[in-house]
């Protein structure tokens, strides 16, 4: 049997546990106060160190990774006679890239040449007559003055009532032949001379041989078109209208080429987000084919109207029954960085925008 505990624990009394709850109420009142006072403080804080102190950014979903594509078309009609590239092929500036028959500009360069052949021949022989006329007009002139000599004695003869008005009229008749003989063939030669002339436009080159040598010029000019190139770095796209033997038309798209260096992202942001944005603020972005990867950007230019001004059909809000819809405006992302994946034309992509605080 146990034996009793000599010191059996002492009962509290009733004024101790008075005591005790007094002293415990006055510190529950100073915690409630404290967190009535620090509570209110504390989100106020939050608030303002939210509002302040954290970066503000803008974000958007609706984005898309642009290129410059440059079409290209054929300058002269004819048929392709070969295709140089294949699709999605990197190509440089110059190199070629589709050829178009020659045949018919070849033709055109030798009616050419033969218009100037036949242009310098008639120069020649202008020049020939100009200076046969000349001679004539000699002869003409001494025949004129053998007329009037003959004039002159006919007519001492009949001043002295030895010649009749029959001889003295074919002697005036004579001199009147022999003046209009020379007035026609000086204006023979002023015409030759005058077709032999230049004109200010190309001074010391006949007209004649100056137009068709403009011919000719056109038709090698044609010929140097039949070989269509590249005219800027880039990847080839949309070549199925590219086939040996399809009619080229001019200015008929055939072939398109993706300019490399020109990527850029085109981001569609709420109207309301555009009123801290400007250019040259930091940008990021992600592109939703490429998830983890991030490129850094710039804000490069904001557009000059929204999305919906520029379409087809603008909205025609005249009426009284309209919607107000928040509009897009787009922003033009400059990429700072070399991207690691290819930046394909259309890409969708996430662009956050740091505004400042």
Do not use: C
């Not at 102190?53 to 974000?59: A, R, S, T």
């Not at 036949?118 to 002869?139: G, I, P, S």
């Not at 002023?190 to 004649?208: I, K, M």
């Not at 090698?220 to 038309?249: C, E, H, K, N, Y």
């Amino acid at each position: 049997m146990a034996e009793a505990d000599p010191f059996p624990p002492a009962e509290a009394s009733s004024d101790q546990i008075g005591s005790s709850d007094r002293d415990a109420a006055p510190k529950s009142r100073r915690s409630r106060t404290v967190l009535m006072i620090l509570g209110p403080l504390l989100a106020l804080g939050g608030g303002l160190w939210y509002w302040f102190g954290q970066p503000g950014v803008v974000e958007t979903d609706n984005a898309y990774i642009k290129q410059d594509i440059v079409s290209v078309a054929g300058e002269v009609s004819g048929l392709i006679t070969s295709v140089n590239v294949r699709e999605s092929q990197h190509v440089k500036a110059g190199d070629v890239l589709f050829t178009i028959d020659p045949s018919t500009f070849n033709a055109t360069i030798r009616q050419a040449d033969a218009q100037i052949a036949t242009a310098q021949a008639r120069v020649t022989a202008l020049a020939a007559d100009v200076a046969a006329k000349a001679a004539d007009v000699a002869a003409a002139k001494d025949d004129l003055a053998l007329a009037e000599a003959n004039y002159s004695r006919e007519k001492a003869l009949m001043d002295k009532g030895f010649n009749t008005r029959a001889r003295m009229d074919a002697a005036g008749h004579a001199v009147a032949v022999a003046r209009d003989r020379i007035v026609a063939i000086e204006a023979s030669v002023a015409q030759a001379r005058a077709e032999l002339a230049s004109g200010a436009q190309v001074p010391g080159v006949n007209p004649a041989i100056a137009a068709a040598q403009a011919n000719r010029a056109k038709a090698s000019l044609d010929v140097d078109r039949t070989v269509v190139r590249a005219p800027a770095d880039g990847v080839v796209t949309q070549i199925t209208r590219l086939q040996v033997g399809q009619m080229v038309f001019p200015g008929a798209p055939l072939v398109s080429i993706v300019r490399d260096g020109s990527a850029r992202v085109e981001a569609n942001f709420k109207e309301t987000d555009l009123n801290h944005m400007r250019p040259g603020q930091r940008a990021e972005i992600e592109i939703d084919a490429y998830p983890g990867m991030k490129l850094k950007g710039h804000v490069e230019s904001i557009g000059a109207g929204t999305g919906s001004e520029f379409s087809m059909l603008p909205a025609q809000n005249a009426t009284g029954n309209w919607v107000k819809v928040i509009q897009r405006v787009p922003v033009r992302i400059a990429i700072d960085e070399k991207s690691q994946r290819p930046l394909i034309s259309g890409l969708s992509s996430d662009v956050t925008v740091h505004v400042g605080k």
